[in-house]
């Protein structure tokens, strides 16, 4: 597998791994074909994301992209977070194999399930401002191949 040297450079040295105690929004979402789960915390203040943890059980390519979502919505207003696709987090990477770009797609969706988490916890419905979670991957070209 040929990955770009931030991918390599993102698996090796994940940013923001962890748990936050109390966050705002707690998102998790897996792929069911490779079983691979990914769980994106956030801590939301003034409608900016002042702090992002994750875990990641799965692939390097859903370490990599989980890190580097992280890493783009570090900061950010809920509104540019929502704006953060997986291709934006592949860019970002330097590209990702056709077949990885599932991965990237998992990182997506695990920080919009936690944003609709934040807005669900406050009694406010999420699907019109963060849309559908989509927790399978299979429209997306996934392989279920988890190797790396
Ligand atoms: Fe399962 Fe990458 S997320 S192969």
């Known amino acids: ?28 979402v897996g792929n069911p074909k490779c079983g691979d789960i990914m769980k994106m915390y956030l801590k939301i203040e003034n409608g900016i994301i002042s702090d992002v943890k994750f875990k990641t059980f799965g692939c390097g390519a859903a370490i990599a992209t989980s ?18 696709t997986n291709k934006a987090v592949m860019e970002a990477l330097d590209g990702l194999p056709p077949v990885k ?5 998992l990182a997506e969706q695990a920080i ?25 991957c299979h429209d997306s070209g996934c392989t279920g191949s988890c190797s790396i």
Request: net charge negative; with cysteine; charged share 30%.
């Open 1 to 28: 597998m040929n990955y770009s040297e931030k991918v390599m450079d993102h698996f090796a040295n994940p940013r923001n791994v962890g748990e936050i105690e109390n966050a705002d929004g707690i998102g998790e």
């Open 67 to 84: 890190s580097m979502a992280t890493e783009l919505v570090k900061g950010k207003s809920i509104e540019d977070a929502l704006k953060v």
């Open 101 to 105: 770009v599932h991965c990237s797609v």
């Open 112 to 136: 919009k399930a936690a944003l609709a988490d934040y807005y669900t916890k406050r009694g406010i419905d999420p699907t019109p401002i963060v849309g559908e979670i989509t927790e399978d």
